[in-house]
């Protein structure tokens, strides 16, 4: 596992394994954010502006808004991702896994006038470095982790090859792990489906390619395949 991801266990004794994004896919996601606010604020000053010294007041008001409350609301109500966010795959959850919420997405957010000392996020970004999970300081105190979004994948039938009947009984929760890693292992690398199949080594007495084979021999068989 990656130093990177970080283990959170919930209470029904579920592992969730969170993959931490670093300062760089973080800092492209708030520039695409910046630009897009911008943006907004270019044509805001251009409506603004026909109405003469009126619209001064108002334009400070969206110019608050727009730069303050654009984060919050993209990541309370968009499920942790703002725009530039969602473009480089990255979502704000809690540190447990749960959903942001509004306390904290204030909090975090906030704390951005924290982490932009002395200039250009130099203490934000002394923060994520020193820390495992790449949280700046406003993570920290919000309770709240930036992660790289999982991206839906359909699942693929385990390959048909031989059929294999496993040596021993098998637990309803170790046939479904067998023929979920069936399932996703063919959107794997090869390395990668061999490393989760030494895992299974007391099982297939194996290791390597050949366990590999065993453990998708396995799975055909509880699929019920000749």
């Known amino acids: 596992m990656l ?7 919930t209470p029904e004794g579920v592992a969730l ?4 994004a670093g300062p760089v896919p973080r800092a492209l996601a708030w520039a695409i954010d910046l630009a897009i606010r911008m943006v ?12 003469g010294t009126a619209g001064f007041g108002p334009y400070f008001v969206m110019t608050f808004v727009v730069f303050w409350f654009y984060p919050v609301l993209f990541e309370v109500l968009g499920h942790g991702r703002t725009p530039g966010k ?3 795959g990255l979502r704000v959850i809690a540190a447990n896994g749960a959903p942001v919420g509004w306390l904290a997405a204030f909090i975090r957010n906030l704390m951005r006038t924290v982490d932009m000392l002395p200039f250009g996020y130099a203490t934000g970004l002394v923060a994520s470095l020193a820390d495992p999970w790449g949280r700046r300081l406003g993570d920290m105190i919000a309770g709240t982790l930036v992660v790289h979004d999982a991206r839906a994948h359909e699942p693929q039938a385990a390959p048909v090859g031989s059929v294999l009947a496993p040596a021993v009984a098998l637990l309803p929760h170790e046939q479904a792990a067998i023929v979920a890693f069936a399932e996703r292992g063919p959107q794997l690398t090869h390395e990668r489906q ?7 080594e007391p099982l297939v007495q194996a290791r390597g390619t050949l366990a590999l084979a065993r453990l998708y021999g396995i799975a055909n068989w509880l699929l019920g395949r000749q």
């Open 40 to 51: 907004a604020l270019m044509i805001v000053g251009m409506v603004m502006g026909a109405l």
């Open 86 to 88: 969602r473009a480089l």
């Open 3 to 9: 130093d990177t991801y970080r283990e959170v266990v």
């Open 17 to 20: 394994h969170l993959p931490a």
């Open 194 to 200: 061999s490393e989760l199949a030494d895992l299974a």
